[in-house]
């Protein structure tokens, strides 16, 4: 069972960017899922989430900016990130709680993250 995301990149002020997060393998369910980011010298910090029946939030910085969605047919969770700020740079990973099949219970995993780059 692993996490893959995809689709950061290098863009100007004020554009999008939209990151995908596909969750594989031997999966039996899938409950919340989330983005985090890093950036450089700073902790890692939690941007939204999103349960498994579609409620979401956000951090502060990123409402009305920021879109998080999830495919449950597909096994995906998705960012839109609009009106894109160079202090939205950051490594950017996708989390999420994932039963895996011939486990009891749900596991915490990570993808390996993707860079966002926020040019001024």
């Known amino acids: 069972v692993q996490l893959q995301a995809s689709g950061g990149g290098l863009v100007q002020a004020g554009g999008s960017l939209r990151l995908s997060c596909t969750a594989s393998g031997r999966i039996f369910d899938i409950n919340a899922m989330a983005w985090y980011r890093q950036a450089p010298g700073k902790p890692r910090e939690l941007v939204a989430h999103i349960t498994n029946g579609g409620n979401t939030n956000y951090t502060d910085s990123v409402k009305g900016r920021f879109i998080i969605s999830r495919d449950n047919a597909k096994n995906k969770v998705h960012l839109q990130m609009n009106s894109l700020k160079p202090e939205d740079t950051a490594v950017y990973y996708c989390?999420?709680?994932?039963?895996?099949?011939?486990?009891?219970?749900?596991?915490?995993?990570w993808g390996q993250g993707t860079l966002v780059t926020v040019s001024s």
């Open positions: 989390n999420g709680d994932l039963w895996a099949r011939g486990s009891t219970m749900y596991t915490e995993y």
